[in-house]
């Protein structure tokens, strides 16, 4: 059994009923986002090297290893994250297909080899660095979600180098980000092929982007029918019910 720190709880993994995760309302607990992304990428199955940056506790290379049986590495930059996911992969035995690396995305390229992966995903900080004054004051959180280490451009950067040719970009973002990440995608040889806007209900504008690019791609991007989260009456919709509790 591994140990749990301070305020660290274990939970579900949702659909994965066999499956747990080490998390904490304080340092980091996944968001939907994540759950997204893993269930909207294109994974390869028995062949190849999947790579996830910004990877937190380790949440969507253990959503992967449900679809995918190549070895799966994350990358996380705060180091009791780092120590998180290392225990997450523990506690769900999962030692021989994940691992970790603790360090900055940036240093990746030189550090575990250009063009290596098939496919590389990116839950990235969604926000440009506020005045600290107007800063989360939790550490841990103020990372997370804003572009404190790392730029969308330093992400998009990475994952390209990190990417082979032919290989997947995976991300998911906010839509008002979207044509600063088609041209940072374009800018590093990524072609943007999939699109998909989330939406909290019918008739609200889309709160999360879900976009696929394929490194030296040919141009032709295909986007996908809207995903409402959300029905009327505030219940989750059938289509989010089955992604989220029958991971499909």
Do not use: W
């Not at 990235?124 to 280490?149: C, G, M, Q, V, W």
């Not at 939406?199 to 690019?213: M, T, Y």
């Amino acid at each position: 059994m591994v140990n749990l720190k301070g305020d660290e709880r274990i939970d579900f993994l949702l659909a994965e009923e066999n499956m747990r995760i080490i998390q904490s309302d304080q340092v980091f607990a996944f968001s939907i986002d994540a759950v997204l992304l893993a269930r909207f990428t294109s994974v390869p199955k028995t062949r190849g090297k999947i790579l996830d940056l910004c990877t937190g506790n380790g949440v969507i290379p253990l959503f992967l290893s449900r679809r995918s049986y190549v070895s799966i590495t994350g990358v996380e930059i705060q180091e009791r994250l780092y120590d998180m996911a290392v225990r997450n992969i523990e506690l769900n035995q999962l030692e021989n297909q994940l691992d970790m690396v603790h360090g900055d995305l940036k240093d990746m390229p030189k550090r575990l080899g250009n063009g290596k992966y098939d496919l590389v995903t990116c839950n990235p900080p969604y926000f440009p660095t506020p005045a600290n004054d107007k800063r989360n004051s939790n550490e841990h959180l103020a990372i997370a979600r804003h572009e404190i280490y790392c730029s969308l451009e330093d992400v998009v950067k990475a994952c390209s180098r990190l990417s082979k040719s032919g290989g997947k970009v995976s991300m998911v973002h906010r839509p008002g980000r979207l044509a600063d990440i088609i041209h940072f995608f374009r800018k590093y040889q990524l072609e943007p092929k999939r699109i998909q806007l989330v939406h909290p209900k019918q008739g609200k504008e889309a709160n999360v982007i879900l976009i696929e690019g394929t490194r030296d791609g040919k141009p032709d991007l295909k986007i996908l029918p809207p995903l409402f989260t959300h029905k009327e009456n505030g219940e989750y919709s059938e289509e989010f019910r089955e992604i989220l509790y029958h991971g499909k």
